[in-house]
T-cell receptor, first 114, second 111 residues
Framework: GAVVSQHPSRVICKSGTSVKIECRSL??????MFWYRQFPKQSLMLMAT?????????EQGVEKDKFLINHASLTLSTLTVTSAHPEDSSFYIC??????????FGSGTQLSVL | GESVGLHLPTLSVQEGDNSIINCAYS??????FIWYKQESGKGPQFIID?????DKRQGQRVTVLLNKTVKHLSLQIAATQPGDSAVYFC??????????FGTGTSLTVIP
């Protein structure tokens, strides 16, 4: 199947710093990518839809100034967690639809904020 | 909608038995559904999909059933193996092309 690469896989940062997570579609172009957040033993929560060349669409309750999304090319979307705090610690996963159908996921980023 | 904040139900099956994992979805306008398998610390892995104009689809050792009347999906795994132990999620595609996930089920296969 299609490959979505996510980096880094794990990051530990101090409270107040910003963290950038990259999501790349390796063998297909993605005009849309999705960012999810997952807490332990819970489901995936859709945070936002990343749109190439335009602003991201955020789900209700997700702070757009906190979670900055940039989709500068057809193969790359980035999520920046700004001024991270311990409550932002979570597993963040990106995904992209291949051929506008099947949704493929990155391997996820475990963020730990101290 | 999404099932956020709910803890995972669990299912234990004996190796070699068949497993049935259920999922209730929320939006009657959803037109496409996917089952995913997620192992600890990894991203979800695509298993099988089904469009809303179908009620059954079969893959290798897996079958997905869709009941639109009651907004219910099921995933059947034949001859369950220890490697099938994971968390399974269904995802529905909403009218805006976003995918929303169900609660998930943690499957444990007993050797």
């Amino acid at each position: 199947g299609a490959v979505v690469s996510q980096h880094p896989s794990r990051v530990i940062c101090k409270s107040g710093t910003s963290v950038k997570i990259e999501c790349r579609s390796l063998d297909f172009q993605a005009t849309t990518m999705f960012w999810y957040r997952q807490f332990p033993k819970q489901s995936l929560m859709l945070m936002a839809t990343s749109n190439e060349g335009s602003k991201a669409t955020y789900e209700q309750g997700v702070e757009k100034d906190k979670f900055l999304i940039n989709h500068a090319s057809l193969t790359l979307s980035t999520l920046t967690v700004t001024s991270a705090h311990p409550e932002d610690s979570s597993f963040y996963i990106c995904s992209a639809p291949a051929g506008n159908e099947k949704l493929f996921f990155g391997s996820g980023t475990q963020l730990s904020v101290l | 909608g999404e099932s956020v904040g709910l803890h995972l139900p669990t299912l234990s099956v004996q190796e070699g038995d068949n497993s049935i994992i259920n999922c209730a979805y929320s939006n009657s306008a959803s037109d496409y559904f996917i089952w995913y398998k997620q192992e600890s610390g990894k991203g979800p892995q695509f298993i099988i999909d089904i469009r809303s104009n179908m009620d059954k689809r079969q893959g290798q050792r897996v079958t997905v059933l869709l009941n639109k009347t009651v907004k219910h999906l099921s995933l059947q795994i034949a001859a369950t193996q220890p490697g099938d132990s994971a968390v399974y999620f269904c995802a529905e595609r909403a009218t805006g092309n976003q995918f929303y996930f169900g609660t998930g089920t943690s499957l444990t296969v007993i050797p």
